[in-house]
């Protein structure tokens, strides 16, 4: 926790932020006693920077420029001077447009909301997947093909359909698969798919006779139907905005930057943190912990399905991000999320 700065640093802290936001060079003293409304001199304005310098909220790039924010005096800025904007109308418009309506499906909403997220802040929009233990078995139905494959059609909450093509150790005929369908759809709709794969498991270790010998075979064909995935991914959306930010713009750093956002790895394991967040969470610099994002901000925020975290979303810029129009952002287009993925 930074220690609480006196107004006139915290007034000349701040603007030196918004404006170093908006143009990107570095701030001098007589920039700033132009833009003040403190009455103080330049010398003064001088003094009071070698302080917040001192202190580690500024910092000057070279000798004779001016002086540009730190992580720290991001993090006072974000915390402490930040006025909370709205989100223009316009723009909750355009959002709501896109991520409410009650006919589309999940994964076209989650691209939705990241193409929306880097078109409104002109940087990269990444939007978790829902996690699949929010799944919901409705339905599942067989159809055969050939060469000892079956079709599984799961109807999953409400009005998601997911298709997958398994592989099974012998032909199995509509009618026999038919069967299997309705013992498992009996038994087993209305479980979410996460723990459906052990209950599944576990029950066939409890049959014994001729009729759970069919249960049996229900089981073998729909192991893999309801086997989960390993890791939660994303989509990402505007990467090459990243390009147009000058303090990105060194090549090693863009080709390691770009790297992690193909491995996905080290941004899963960022946003995992982010899950049991309340509302909008900042990670400026290095406080993120990944040195490739280390002259980057990732503003998050987590949505929900039916009450449940199901994943988060994001911008990643430049430290120097309008943090004003950003945090708005994220925030709006998770609550629009969450109201599009509704399942009832």
Same mark, same amino acid.
């Given at each position: 926790?930074?220690?609480? =700065?006196?107004?006139?640093?915290?007034?000349?802290?701040?603007?030196?932020?918004?404006?170093?936001?908006?143009?990107?060079?570095?701030?001098?003293?007589?920039?700033?006693?132009?833009? &003040?409304?403190?009455?103080?001199?330049?010398?003064?304005?001088?003094?009071?920077?070698?302080?917040?310098?001192?202190?580690?909220?500024?910092?000057?790039?070279?000798?004779? #420029?001016?002086?540009?924010?730190?992580?720290?005096?991001?993090?006072?800025?974000?915390?402490?001077?930040?006025?909370?904007?709205?989100?223009?109308?316009?723009?909750?418009?355009?959002?709501?447009?896109?991520?409410?309506?009650?006919?589309?499906?999940?994964? $076209?909403?989650?691209?939705?909301?990241?193409?929306?997220?880097?078109?409104?802040?002109?940087?990269?929009? /990444?939007?978790?997947? %829902?996690?699949?233990?929010?799944?919901?078995?409705?339905?599942?139905?067989?159809?055969?093909?050939?060469?000892?494959?079956?079709?599984?059609?799961?109807?999953?909450?409400?009005?998601?359909?997911?298709?997958?093509?398994? $592989?099974?150790?012998?032909?199995?005929? &509509?009618?026999?698969?038919?069967?299997?369908? $309705?013992?498992?759809?009996?038994?087993? #709709?209305?479980?979410?798919?996460?723990?459906?794969?052990?209950?599944?498991?576990?029950?066939?270790?409890?049959?014994?006779?001729?009729?759970?010998?069919?249960?049996?075979?229900?089981?073998?064909?729909?192991?893999?139907?309801?086997?989960?995935?390993?890791?939660?991914?994303?989509?990402?959306?505007?990467?090459?905005?990243? =390009?147009?930010?000058?303090? @990105?713009?060194?090549?090693?750093?863009?080709?390691? @930057?770009?790297?992690?956002?193909?491995?996905?790895?080290?941004? @899963?394991?960022?946003?995992?943190?982010?899950?049991?967040?309340?509302?909008?969470?900042?990670?400026?610099?290095?406080?993120?912990?990944?040195?490739?994002?280390?002259?980057?901000?990732?503003?998050?925020?987590?949505?929900?399905?039916?009450?449940? /975290?199901?994943? /988060?979303?994001?911008?990643?810029?430049?430290?120097?991000?309008?943090?004003?129009?950003?945090? %708005?952002?994220?925030?709006?287009?998770?609550?629009?999320?969450?109201?599009?993925?509704?399942?009832?």
């Amino acid at each position: 926790m930074s220690k609480t =700065l006196e107004p006139r640093a915290a007034e000349l802290l701040k603007l030196l932020v918004e404006r170093y936001i908006h143009d990107g060079q570095p701030v001098g003293s007589r920039t700033l006693s132009r833009m &003040a409304s403190l009455g103080v001199s330049p010398a003064t304005i001088r003094n009071v920077m070698a302080d917040l310098d001192e202190l580690g909220f500024v910092a000057s790039p070279h000798t004779s #420029a001016g002086r540009v924010p730190t992580t720290r005096g991001y993090r006072y800025f974000v915390d402490s001077l930040l006025a909370p904007e709205s989100l223009p109308q316009e723009v909750y418009a355009s959002l709501a447009d896109e991520l409410l309506p009650r006919d589309r499906a999940p994964e $076209n909403l989650v691209q939705a909301a990241s193409t929306l997220l880097s078109s409104l802040s002109h940087m990269a929009g /990444v939007v978790t997947v %829902p996690r699949r233990n929010l799944a919901v078995l409705r339905r599942i139905e067989f159809l055969p093909l050939s060469d000892r494959r079956v079709l599984a059609i799961l109807v999953v909450n409400q009005r998601e359909v997911q298709n997958r093509i398994l $592989n099974v150790d012998r032909d199995y005929g &509509a009618d026999e698969l038919e069967r299997l369908a $309705n013992i498992l759809n009996e038994r087993y #709709a209305g479980r979410e798919l996460a723990g459906l794969r052990r209950a599944l498991q576990d029950d066939v270790m409890d049959a014994q006779n001729r009729v759970n010998q069919t249960l049996r075979d229900a089981v073998a064909v729909a192991d893999q139907a309801f086997a989960a995935d390993e890791q939660q991914d994303y989509v990402l959306a505007g990467g090459a905005n990243l =390009l147009g930010f000058s303090e @990105l713009a060194d090549v090693q750093r863009l080709r390691q @930057l770009f790297d992690a956002l193909d491995r996905k790895r080290d941004l @899963l394991n960022l946003f995992d943190q982010c899950l049991g967040a309340q509302g909008v969470q900042i990670f400026i610099g290095d406080e993120s912990g990944y040195r490739v994002l280390d002259e980057c901000s990732v503003v998050t925020s987590p949505y929900y399905v039916d009450g449940q /975290v199901a994943g /988060v979303l994001g911008v990643i810029g430049p430290t120097r991000m309008a943090y004003h129009r950003i945090i %708005p952002l994220v925030s709006e287009t998770a609550k629009l999320l969450t109201q599009g993925l509704k399942t009832e």
